[in-house]
């Protein structure tokens, strides 16, 4: 095994075919054990030993977290999906751009091959895209507990660094996007350093067109403080009007107060405020909508 | 299903079109297992953290870093390493242009970006050189400084569409 200084300390390996055996499984192992689903994350902290769970829970024999459909108004997209099908299935393209406009800046095409939205979102890194995402999109997460299936909202769902509303033991499932439409415009850009890098900042907005002016926005930063962020005053000074030169100028100095960054070895919080406002006048200056 | 302890278990999956059946301690690497186990040293172990892409694989048809892959997690699955796509000839254009341009000093990168230019030139065309950039932004090379990759495989789709060898 070469040097063996980059190897997970031995484990036990179940493949679980229901959510009852998966949650069994965590239970017998009395809580040290981690589940894996496309494990672009766990494998390298299991690899640099972060975590040195008994037992590997693998999400992958999981049908209940497989498939992408349409229910109703809102698009059922199960855990598992990887991320390089945001940019390939016509649903996601359709009804959560958003996440297709987000996925060529997620790592690097060999990771989006094997990377799971519902193993980003339940990461909750907060300098990921995807997670930040879900808040834009006012998406819910259905998580698989012990009183069974219960969904948590965005807004509620994000708690701190890494925590969300997952308890240890519960799964994410699903994420519940509400399907955007023909009125729906969005945008999503990041500022890095490197192409695949960490941002420094990043954000993603949706809204709907109504008239010349922006009904529902919702904007969403990340790599901004602990958790992703929503940007509540922009998105107030945004409501009802044109994303013309000064609604973009008022609603980048009300940004200022959405956010808290804090200094640290590499940028200053002046300068992720600086990248913020440049970030929220790129995206509102770039609304996509559909074709 | 039953609890597992944590030594070896039985694993089957196809190597490079072979199937194949071992057992596999579940903390072992698909990056190792290939390695080790099946003696195909083509596949290099780098960075260890999914970094460097030095550890590239197709898993059922699309690369992946067997580094960030447990063999386990391949139960059923197609893997194919540079030694396949080599046996196959799949591999035959992209070696000769990386040859003709130098696009390599001390090869230790090179069967992960050989893996992803493949995968790249599968989807046809020949893709303009931030398209290229773009797929290889996951490889490192350490010598090269890229330049001569790039050229290689843009040369490499020219030549799969006729348009004339490496330049």
């Known amino acids: ?291 | 299903m039953t609890m597992t302890a944590p030594g070896p278990v039985p694993l089957a999956l196809t190597v490079n079109g072979s199937p194949l059946a071992r057992m596999v301690a579940p903390r072992t690497t698909l990056a190792d297992f290939l390695r080790t186990e099946l003696e195909l040293t083509a596949t290099h172990v780098g960075c260890e953290m999914g970094a460097c892409g030095a550890c590239l694989v197709l898993l059922d048809g699309v690369p992946v870093h067997s580094c960030l892959v447990f063999a386990v997690q391949a139960e059923g699955q197609q893997v194919e390493t540079v030694e396949g796509l080599v046996a196959r000839g799949a591999l035959a254009r992209l070696q000769d242009a990386f040859h003709a341009r130098n696009a390599l000093q001390c090869g230790f990168c090179t069967p992960g970006m050989l893996v992803n230019a493949h995968a790249l030139l599968e989807r046809g065309g020949v893709p303009d050189r931030e398209e290229i950039r773009d797929a290889l932004s996951g490889n490192y090379c350490r010598c090269t400084g890229y330049e001569a990759i790039v050229d290689a495989i843009e040369a490499a789709a020219r030549a799969e569409r006729g348009e004339g060898g490496a330049r």
């Open chain 1, 1 to 291: 095994m070469g040097r063996g200084v980059v190897k997970a300390r031995a484990f036990a390996y179940v493949r679980p075919r229901t959510l009852k055996e998966a949650h069994a499984a965590f239970d017998a192992a009395q809580g040290d054990a981690s589940f894996i689903s496309g494990g672009q994350s766990l494998v390298p902290a299991l690899a640099m030993r972060l975590q040195a769970p008994q037992l590997l829970v693998d999400l992958a024999g999981l049908d209940q977290l497989r498939g992408v459909r349409l229910e109703g108004e809102t698009l059922r997209i199960g855990a598992l999906t990887r991320h390089a099908e945001t940019l390939t299935e016509p649903l996601i393209r359709r009804h959560a751009p958003l996440l297709a406009a987000a996925a060529p800046f997620v790592a690097h095409p060999a990771i989006r091959n094997r990377g799971t939205l519902g193993g980003s979102v339940a990461l909750a890194d907060p300098a990921s895209e995807f997670p930040a995402m879900m808040l834009a999109m006012g998406a819910q997460m259905e998580i698989s507990g012990p009183e069974g299936l219960r969904r948590v909202p965005a807004d509620e769902y994000f708690q701190d660094l890494y925590q969300t509303a997952i308890a240890p033991g519960e799964i994410l499932i699903a994420l519940h996007v509400p399907a955007a439409g023909s009125s729906h415009c969005w945008a999503f850009d990041e500022l890095a350093r490197r192409r695949g890098d960490y941002a420094m900042v990043g954000g993603g907005m949706m809204a709907e067109r109504a008239g010349d002016g922006l009904r529902g926005v919702r904007i969403a930063l990340f790599s901004v403080g602990p958790t992703p962020v929503r940007a509540r005053r922009a998105e107030a000074v945004l409501e009802g009007r044109a994303p013309d030169a000064a609604a973009i100028a008022e609603a980048q100095r009300a940004l200022d107060g959405d956010i808290d960054p804090m200094d640290d070895a590499e940028i200053p919080a002046s300068l992720r405020r600086h990248l913020a406002r440049v970030l929220l006048g790129r995206l509102l200056a770039k609304l996509e909508a559909p074709q």
